[in-house]
């Protein structure tokens, strides 16, 4: 006689889908901000915005 079980929930996944949606945020709010500071940044510098990207 067998007695099904059912899988225990892995929580594994719940940090890999949060460390997963963190990155993405990061990156996105990374992405955001430089270019508020890549004007000022090649002024400071000398150099033109396309050499600064």
């Known amino acids: 006689m067998s007695i099904l079980k059912r899988p225990r929930f892995f929580y594994g996944w719940v940090i890999v889908a949060v ?3 963190n990155s993405g ?3 996105a709010m990374g992405l955001i901000n430089f ?3 890549i004007k000022p940044m090649g002024d400071d510098l000398g150099i033109s915005r396309a050499t600064f990207g």
């Open 19 to 21: 460390l997963a949606l």
């Open 25 to 27: 945020v990061g990156i």
């Open 35 to 37: 270019g508020f500071f």
